[in-house]
């Protein structure tokens, strides 16, 4: 297996790049998705939620609501590190072991793992390559408010609720620059592609 490690900041392009990982033939694994799926109905990491925050942050079919409890961490440092308590290690856990089924399944796999706070949530899978998606701060702004609808002063607080660009670029082996246009970042994806398969192959 050649596991790939891949994240950037809000709105950056990571799911634009892993999808085109995908498209060349990688297993993409989506920290967002395990996310979202560890505080599904019933799991302990839900009921660990409505402890912390109350039970104001469920819908009325006992889902979470996202925007609510959105809306009470982003901003509030000490609650969005509760919330990571809960969360992250649910979905070390699991991503732990999908990355393990992959390779089970193929051990020849190149495996994309996305996950937006790779810095934040101190990650520690053993990775063969960090690559880190990287726009400057007003495209994402842009990006949040445009294509996602967000408020701009709320589109700020999600970026300021990450780690700084800089430390980010200091853990990357590849930095793919996603200020440009989508054709100009699908070309560094497609030289990174490239580039993994000639390190399998050199590999043996
Ligand atoms: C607060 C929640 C409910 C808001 O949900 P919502 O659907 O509005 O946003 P979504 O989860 O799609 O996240 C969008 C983006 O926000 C940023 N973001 C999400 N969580 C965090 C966080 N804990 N710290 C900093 N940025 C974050 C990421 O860039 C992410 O890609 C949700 O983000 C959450 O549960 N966060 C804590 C878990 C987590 O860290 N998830 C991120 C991947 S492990
Ligand atoms: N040069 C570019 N590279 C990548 N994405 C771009 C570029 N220019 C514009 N975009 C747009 O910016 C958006 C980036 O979204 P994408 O979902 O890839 O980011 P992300 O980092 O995965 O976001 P999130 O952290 O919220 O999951 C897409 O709508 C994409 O079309």
Known sequence: MYLIGLTGGI??????????????????IDADQLARKVVEPGTPALAAIVE???PGVLHGDGSLDRAKLGGIVFGDAAALARLNGIVHPAVRELSGRLIAKAEAEDPEAVVVYDVPLLVEAQVDHPFDLIVVTDAPRRAQVARLVQERGLEPAHAEARVDAQVDPETRKSIADVVIDTGGTLAHTMSQADALWARIRAEQRARG
């Open 52 to 54: 912390a925050f109350g």
């Open 11 to 28: 709105a950056s392009g990571k799911s634009t790049v892993a999808r085109r990982l995908y498209e060349h033939g990688a297993v993409h």
